[in-house]
């Protein structure tokens, strides 16, 4: 049933002209962002934001109770000399994208051909390239284990980036964590 004097009518709603070939499960965020991001917020736009709505909730792209069905990854970051390296999110971005929130649940550390102490940091950098230590922690084993034991779940938004740094003498480091879309 079409919204009460909508205007413009369901048949000439731009979301509905532009992907009416599309199937709801095909659906992605990128096609609703074509429609969302030229909107204003005012009082004109309120049908279309609704529409926005309807189709981003019917094709699990959005979320208004929890994590956007279909978006849980496990992320590695791997470290293979002394240094440090940056994670990716989604399709290998290197920072996750404005209006996306993602929430992390454990880290865990994977090590290869550790000799003596390896000390693992992991930092998250902000829109302004200005970072913070999140977790630290040191090991001389050689095997699999979590950086953090009570860790998460913690937010991360558009903008921002996680790094890992391993110091030490290994061959090499993998930092593992979950990670789910929340927005």
């Not at 002394?82 to 994670?87: A, I, K, L, R």
């Not at 950098?125 to 084993?141: K, Q, R």
């Not at 480091?173 to 990670?179: D, T």
Request: net charge negative; hydrophobic share 35%.
């Amino acid at each position: 049933m079409p919204l009460p004097d909508a205007e413009p009518k369901p048949n000439k709603a731009n979301i509905y002209e532009q992907f009416s070939h599309i199937k709801v499960q095909d659906f992605t965020r990128e096609n609703l962002d074509v429609v969302r991001k030229p909107l204003n917020l005012n009082s004109e736009s309120e049908d279309v934001l609704r529409r926005i709505l309807l189709v981003g909730l019917a094709s699990d792209q959005l979320s208004i109770g929890g994590p956007i069905p279909g978006s849980m990854d496990v992320f590695k970051i791997i470290v293979d000399t002394s240094g440090s390296g940056v994670t990716g999110f989604g399709d290998g971005l290197a920072t996750v994208p404005l209006g996306q929130v993602w929430q992390l649940y454990g880290l865990s550390i994977a090590p290869q051909g550790v000799s003596g102490t390896i000390s693992s940091e992991v930092r998250i950098f902000g829109p302004g390239n200005i970072s913070t230590e999140f977790v630290s922690g040191s090991s001389s084993s050689g095997s699999s284990y979590p950086l953090q034991e009570d860790f998460g779940p913690f937010f991360i938004g558009g903008g921002s980036k996680i790094q890992y740094e391993a110091t030490g003498t290994f061959t090499t480091m993998e930092l593992r964590y979950c990670a789910v879309r929340v927005r």
